[in-house]
Structures are given as C-alpha cells and as structure tokens.
C-alpha cells in the first residue's frame, strides 16, 4: 500500500497535463482579447470609411 501512495506522488502527468490546459486557457484569452480590440478598430474605421463615402455622394 505504501507504495502505491508512493507511487501516486511521484505521478507528475496529472499536473503537466494541468499546466498545459492554463496554458491554453491564457492563450485563449489573448487571441479573445486581441480579436476584439482589433474588430473595434476595424469597424471603426469602416464607419470612417462609410461616412466619408456619404458625404461625398452628396
């Protein structure tokens, strides 16, 4: 039985495979993060666009 205790902590794969999913959760994150700063930025300047074309039409 002392071991198999033993044995189970000393076992690291649980942790790496832990280590691996937050690493995958921040990375997420910051393709998230990135994508709407930069979908912001874009329809910004796609009003821009749009407004500009308008006022020209007139």
Not at 32 to 50: P, R
């Amino acid at each position: 039985m002392s071991k198999l205790i033993a044995r189970f902590a000393k076992d690291e794969s649980g942790a790496t495979a832990i280590e691996y999913g937050l690493i995958a959760a921040l990375i997420a994150l910051a393709i998230t993060a990135g994508a709407t700063s930069l979908g912001g930025a874009l329809n910004n300047k796609f009003s821009s666009i749009a407004t500009s074309l308008s006022s020209a039409g007139n």
